[in-house]
């Protein structure tokens, strides 16, 4: 089934910055049809370098980075659920962002696009679901930033959503997630190509988004897959180079990925959405993360990864504890992958049971519409 | 070895008339959620579950259950005083390293405990210990010594002796054997013990 992006344009959205975008278009997908009682709908949120095409396949023949969870049978069944999923407010896959073009101008934005948070791409989502008619969403999901996204949208908007799936994400980056988002950035305005920003109609920096997007990798992936995957395996020879070129499998991958990236990517994209995650800390504006969460009413299911390093069980359960401390209805469970932080990508497996299941009873125990705070 | 798998379902229809209609009800170590959806089904109660078994927590969230997935011992801390009116901890306190502590957190979360235990002052546990000399092996306790996941034995002695240290009350007990109730002798002829507790008026 081939799938088309729409796109929706909304007059302004006021930011978190103080700044007021106008004229914001937002790139989305929908998959499966909406009932009558507009009550079967499901936001997929997208993590860091996603975009609005989750499931099917577009044009190109390409499927959705999400198609092994979204379709007909698969953990969001689309035989019985509507699935939307959006690009992000900053993106640069057809919602606006640093490299749509400044009305003001006429030129793209490059670095004077405004500052950009994750309850700013939550507020844009909002307006996107309502232009549907869809007064709660039958829950909110995604992995990392994506699963960011879905708990801001739980304490945002309470009553807009009946559950929420936060899966191998954090209610605040670390030190070391910042640390690691840091390098990246510093990697791509460190090319000479990347000219404060202004390098469309030119050369992009595309060494220095690829060495991001490496260290990205690296990340993503656990010691025990890489092992797995590269070894010590060489490229294509039986004896080292003695130089600088391609010796190792994993050098070669990662310059692949790196390469690769930097045709559907934008530079600046990368910079306003890592600095976005960066700064999302949902405690912020409360005395603690408990009392934020206190604003939810929506059940959770949170779920993490065991060799997951970037996103640790632990900042999950730091959620899954605030939640317990006040008896709310929060499930909790920790699966087993080899493959890192890629597992909520790539292990649909074990998630097909437990998010099937989970849907099914948020579906038949949904709060009565007058249940509003 | 849990309650039902000594005498089936009997633990259903037990625990079924101790728990009554819309009760908050944490289960200890619930397993795959089968008890919890049979009590979601028939009394509307509001369910929650503690498993530390991976492959059993996902089944559980399979049939609808909210369950945390950890170890029971350590899982008590983050739940507010009161939570729950039951907590039930279904065959598993022989196996905690500190029971005291895991009873004091049960009813520090909830207002009354349901805590069963294979009872260790059994006959045939005496007559296989005084026999063979050697670390009783029965129908209840069929691990060796050394691969057994009981780690504290204790009778319905040991148990109600403890009850009277803490000024815990007893609110109902049941004793049974080969899935009959005992009705004599219970620290002799039971093979299973089911307590309902709670913390004494005074307290």
């Not at chain 1, 396949?57 to 999923?85: L, Q, R, S």
Request: hydrophobic residues 40%.
């Amino acid at each position: 089934m081939v799938v088309e992006t729409q796109f929706a344009r909304f007059d302004s959205l006021d930011l978190d910055c103080g700044e007021t975008l106008h004229g914001v278009d937002v790139a989305y997908e929908t998959y499966g049809a909406l009932n009558s009682a507009k009550s079967n709908a499901i936001l997929i949120e997208h993590a860091f370098s996603g975009d609005a095409h989750a499931a099917g396949v577009d044009h190109e023949g390409k499927p959705g980075w999400w198609d092994n969870m979204i379709g007909p049978g698969k953990a969001f069944d689309t035989n019985k659920y509507f699935v939307i999923c959006s690009n992000v407010l900053g993106g640069c896959r057809g919602t606006t962002g640093p490299s749509s073009i400044d009305p003001s101008t006429g030129k793209p934005w490059g670095l004077r696009f405004p500052g950009i948070t994750i309850s700013d791409m939550v507020r844009l989502q909002k307006m996107l679901v309502d232009s549907m008619g869809i007064e709660r969403l039958l829950t909110v999901t995604g992995g990392s930033m994506g699963g960011m996204q879905a708990l801001e949208w739980a304490v945002a908007y309470p009553d807009s959503l009946e559950s929420c799936i936060p899966i191998a994400s954090t209610a605040r980056h670390s030190a070391q997630q910042i640390a690691f988002n840091e390098t990246g950035r510093q990697a791509i305005m460190a090319d000479p190509d990347f000219n404060g920003g202004d390098y469309y109609g030119g050369p992009p920096p595309a060494r220095g988004l690829a060495v991001a997007r490496m260290v990205g990798h690296i990340t993503y992936m656990s010691d025990e897959s890489m092992r797995e995957k590269f070894g010590r395996r060489l490229r294509n020879r039986d004896t080292f180079s003695f130089g600088f070129g391609i010796d190792f499998e994993v050098e070669s991958y990662l310059r692949y990925r790196g390469s690769q990236f930097v045709n559907r990517f934008d530079a600046n994209s990368y910079l306003y959405i890592t600095k976005a995650m960066d700064y999302f800390d949902l405690s912020a504006g409360y005395p603690s993360l408990a009392a934020s969460l206190e604003r939810a009413v929506c059940r959770f299911l949170i779920i993490s990864f065991t060799s997951d390093w970037l996103y640790p069980s632990y900042q999950s359960l730091e959620v899954v504890n605030a939640l317990r401390a006040r008896n709310h209805d929060v499930t909790f469970c920790e699966l087993s992958s080899n493959y890192g932080h890629d597992a909520f990508l790539v292990d649909a497996g074990e998630q097909t049971g437990i998010i099937g299941g989970f849907l099914a009873r948020c579906m038949k125990e949904r709060r009565a519409p007058e249940v509003c705070r | 070895m849990k309650v039902k798998e000594v005498f089936g379902r009997a633990d259903y229809a037990l625990i079924s008339e101790l728990i009554p209609n819309r009760a908050r009800v944490l289960d200890l170590g619930c397993g795959d959620g089968a008890l919890l959806a049979w009590l979601k089904e028939q009394k509307q109660i509001q369910a929650r579950g503690v498993e530390r078994d991976r492959d059993l927590v996902q089944k559980a969230i399979a049939r609808g259950v909210t369950v945390y997935q950890g170890d029971f011992e350590n899982s008590l801390a983050e739940y507010p005083p009161g939570a729950f009116d039951y907590v039930i901890l279904s065959q598993t306190l022989q196996e905690a390293r500190r029971p005291l502590e895991v009873l004091e957190g049960m009813l520090r979360i909830g207002r009354h405990a349901v805590v069963a235990f294979p009872n260790f002052g059994h006959w045939r546990v005496r007559l296989a210990h005084l026999l063979s000399g050697r670390a009783p092996k029965t129908a209840l306790f069929p691990h060796e010594w050394y691969n057994s996941p009981n780690i504290h034995f204790l009778t319905v002695v040991d148990f109600e002796e403890l009850l009277a240290r803490q000024r815990w009350a007893i609110e109902k007990k049941f004793f049974l054997a080969a899935g009959r109730d005992v009705r004599a002798l219970p620290n002799l002829l039971a093979e299973v013990a089911i307590y309902l507790i709670r913390k004494s008026e005074a307290d």
